[in-house]
């Protein structure tokens, strides 16, 4: 018989154990494309306040986390340390996505299921590289602002669509280049070829997120467009940063009308 869809995503939500989370990561994606769990919505979600982590890293104030200068070994591993934190609490937010919200369409769960996998795959290449340098998860402090955002997003998958994978997750898609081109110039080409499957991955993140995100509007007779705007101006107040890979964000589901309006928005620094 079938197990719990709901049930198998909480489990892998409250997880404490790095390696087992990743398992169940992976395990959420395949029983779910292979039958193995079906929607069984009974039961309402407890809503959890705290995702599953190890008892490291500490987290902090993003204002507490010390400049990473990559000229130096522990700046360098501090980089690959902090886009694997990003990457564990990715899981936990692809993992919500299906827990929290249960009367979606099945592709839904298709999409959010193997979002978390992949999530899961980028974090034990970054932890296995951060081993190579010396390191393991949890060497460095972190900030835990990716799930305060899924506790603010919690009550309406429609705000969680637009602002976890086209907000956070997009403005992933305008860094990792940079990233890429800093790592390469100190001759870290392993760490490069891990950002470039990171980048891959994450347009398609991205590309589900608009994908829903514009279903949501259709269903509620939104215009996604200016609801998306509207959104950023009622919680991003601060204004949008720039530069934007455009090309990476039209393929995952941005317009040009999108991009233009968000780079009149850009908060330059």
């Known amino acids: 018989m079938p197990k719990n869809l709901f049930a198998a995503a909480g489990e892998c939500l409250g997880c404490t154990d790095v ?16 039958g193995g769990l079906e929607r069984d919505p009974t039961g309402a979600s407890d809503g959890f306040r705290e995702a599953g982590r190890p008892a490291r890293p500490e987290l902090v104030a993003p204002s507490r986390l010390a400049q990473r200068r990559l000229s130096t070994p522990r700046g360098h591993a501090a980089l690959i340390h902090a886009v694997a934190h990003i990457e564990f609490n990715a899981i936990n937010l692809a993992c919500d996505a299906v827990y929290r919200f249960r009367d979606l369409p099945d592709d839904y769960y298709t999409d959010w299921t193997r979002v978390a996998a992949e999530e899961a795959y980028h974090f034990s290449l970054l932890n296995e590289r951060l081993g190579q340098l010396g390191h393991t998860y949890g060497d460095f402090p972190a900030h835990n602002g990716l799930w305060e955002l899924a506790v603010d997003t919690a009550h309406d998958p429609l705000l969680r669509m637009a602002l976890v994978p086209r907000v956070m997750e997009a403005r992933g898609l305008d860094v990792t280049p940079g990233m890429m081109q800093r790592l390469a110039a100190i001759g870290d080409h392993a760490s490069v070829a891990i950002l470039e499957i990171i980048l891959r991955d994450e347009v398609g993140h991205v590309e589900a997120g608009s994908r829903w995100f ?43 009308s999108e991009l233009d309006r968000l780079e009149a928005l850009c908060k330059r620094s």
């Open 19 to 34: 390696d087992r989370k990743l398992a169940l990561a992976a395990a959420l994606a395949d029983d779910w494309r292979t």
């Open 214 to 256: 514009h279903h949501l509007c259709a269903q509620r007779g939104l215009d996604p467009e200016q609801t998306y705007f509207s959104l950023l101006e009622h919680h991003l107040p601060a204004g949008v940063r720039c530069p934007l890979h455009r090309a990476a964000r039209f393929e995952a589901g941005f317009s040009e």
